[in-house]
Nanobody, 121 residues
Framework: QVQLVESGGGLVQPGGSLRLSCAAS????????MGWYRQAPGKQRELVAV???????HYADSVKGRFTISRDNAKNTVYLQMNSLKPEDTAVYYC???????????????WGKGTLVTVSS
């Protein structure tokens, strides 16, 4: 079994910063892509940022220049540094990873349960 556990969400004022973390654990042989998605109330889940196994990154246009994704492969952990937060960044943030477990030949997609980020004064 594989688990993704997010942390770091909370309430922050507009213009503030938060850092999200997501640690993968379990019978992990290899991790390919890790990333973050978010879902605001009444909206569909959308990609925020992804980090490939080779270090390549991709960001949604709405967060470019404000958010930074990084990962620690030794810890199977991905981070999302969020600066200059806006009320429209309010959402549940979900961690995502493509993971190959021991004994498997395929990378499967795994999701965390989400962490709530609220940007409000």
């Amino acid at each position: 079994q594989v688990q993704l556990v997010e942390s770091g969400g909370g309430l922050v004022q507009p213009g503030g910063s938060l850092r999200l973390s997501c640690a993968a654990s379990g019978s992990i042989f290899s991790i390919n892509t890790m990333g973050w998605y978010r879902q605001a109330p009444g909206k569909q889940r959308e990609l925020v940022a992804v980090n490939g196994s080779g270090g390549s990154t991709h960001y949604a246009d709405s967060v470019k220049g404000r958010f930074t994704i990084s990962r620690d492969n030794a810890k199977n952990t991905v981070y999302l540094q969020m600066n200059s937060l806006k009320p429209e960044d309010t959402a549940v943030y979900y961690c995502y990873a493509q993971i190959k477990t021991y004994g498997s030949t395929l990378y499967l997609s795994y999701w965390g349960k989400g962490t709530l980020v609220t940007v409000s004064s």
